[in-house]
């Protein structure tokens, strides 16, 4: 049996389980559905949950100060499944290219790194605005799928010191799969903290995560990103923008910040008693090493988050993937680092991996490369049956 030191010991692996379907609201009942708020949320906090999905739900437009150049006019037209809230097979595109010395360039004299696949037409003056292509100085492009959100409030109430602690751990796993903690600026701040969301753990909070997507994805100012991206890389263009000035005072990436926050987990689906079964086999050739089980809150004074034991299935680390890799570097995380994907709700979930490469939850363990590799060929050992054992238990998330 191959033991791992510091994760639930297999046997015990089921018990877990069984009591790991979701947070579940005081007084009983079952936990919230997909895109259902948390339990023990206030009157208040529930306003502020429905007005921040209002907010989330909202079709922007050149008034609101949409574009020049961007992605979608809504967020909930990319997080839409399996409700509002959720992911999608959506791909954005992000490129850059290698300098002689081996650094990674994102190409922002060309709009890199992240393509902005729309524009807001016009004429607006002497300028017309369209959609971006990648230059063809680019020599990496990578794909990015969206992500679900569900259940991230949770883990933006995890002390910084727990994801330090976990790293520090996995530095005796035999398999050396030590996750590196990503480290980057708050904006608001400048201090260093802990990233825990996005493909390259890149942003540090739910409410940095907003407005860098008001920003990146809908072209929409706000106070922690005031300054508009240059439409391909021509930043004379901007003199054009029909709406130059800060297009959100602050209010809009709130109110996305309170949705996101206050989304429950994604509920576990029926378990079986192959699915327990599976969940030993998970832990037993490592999986469990990076796609840790439970984390838990920090004391905090809504009932909502104060030290809420929750399963998402990730270390929220950044692991070295091979050629899993997607080449981009953003902050700490070089081309080969990925953040370790939650598995929560990976039942709801119709593509896999970062750029959407894998259509199947087998596929996606053939691909896993670096520090995944050895859980990997693990897998590939075990007999069909017990494959079919394994499997059941992810499609349980």
């Known amino acids: 049996m191959h033991h791992r030191r510091y994760s639930v010991f297999p046997a015990a692996a089921a018990v877990v389980s069984l009591a790991s379907l979701a947070v579940v609201p005081a007084g009983g009942g079952g936990p919230p559905d997909f895109g259902q708020p948390l339990p023990r949320l206030t009157a208040g906090e529930l306003s502020r949950f429905q007005a921040g999905k209002t907010e989330f739900e909202e079709i922007e437009t050149v008034a609101d100060g949409l574009g020049p150049v961007f992605n979608d006019a809504s967020c909930a037209n990319c997080h839409l499944s399996p409700a509002v809230g959720g992911g999608s097979a959506r791909l954005e595109t992000r490129f850059g290219t290698l300098t002689p010395a081996g650094q990674f360039d994102p190409m922002t004299a060309w ?111 706000n106070p922690m990103f005031p300054d508009e991206n240059c439409p391909q890389g021509d930043c004379a263009s901007l003199s054009c923008n029909p709406m130059s000035q800060l297009n959100d005072d602050g209010s809009g990436v709130q109110a996305f910040t309170d949705f996101m926050e206050m989304l429950a987990p994604p509920p576990r689906g029926a378990i079986s008693v192959s699915a327990v079964y599976g969940e030993h086999l998970f832990h037993q050739i490592g999986c469990a090493s990076c796609h840790v089980a439970t984390l838990r809150t920090g004391p905090d004074p809504s009932a909502a988050f104060d030290r809420v034991t929750f399963y998402p299935y990730s270390d929220f680390l950044l692991h070295d993937m091979g050629s899993l890799g997607d080449g981009i570097t953003q902050n700490q995380a070089t081309g080969q680092l990925m953040r370790t994907a939650p598995l929560w709700g990976l039942r709801a979930q119709t593509v896999l991996l970062h750029d959407g490469r894998a259509s199947t939850v087998e596929a996606a363990i053939e691909a896993h490369d670096g520090q995944g590799k050895k859980s990997r060929d693990r897998f590939h050992k075990l007999s069909s049956w017990q494959k079919t054992q394994l499997l059941a238990f992810l499609h349980s998330l």
């Not at 990015?144 to 727990?162: N, Q």
């Not at 990233?195 to 100012?221: C, R």
């Open 111 to 221: 709009g890199g790194p992240l393509i902005q696949s729309q524009g807001i037409g016009g004429p607006f003056g002497s300028c017309s605005y369209s959609g971006e292509v990648v230059p063809p100085e680019a020599t990496i492009v990578a794909q990015r799928r969206t992500t679900p959100l569900f259940g991230l409030g949770l883990v933006d109430h995890v002390p910084d010191a727990t994801f330090h602690w976990i790293a520090k751990v996995q530095a005796f796993d035999p398999d050396q799969i030590a996750g590196i903690v990503s480290m980057v600026i708050e904006p608001t701040t400048g201090r260093p903290v802990v990233g825990k969301f996005g493909w390259k753990a890149q942003n540090p909070s739910l409410h940095v995560f907003a407005g860098d997507a008001y920003l990146n994805e809908m072209g929409i100012t």
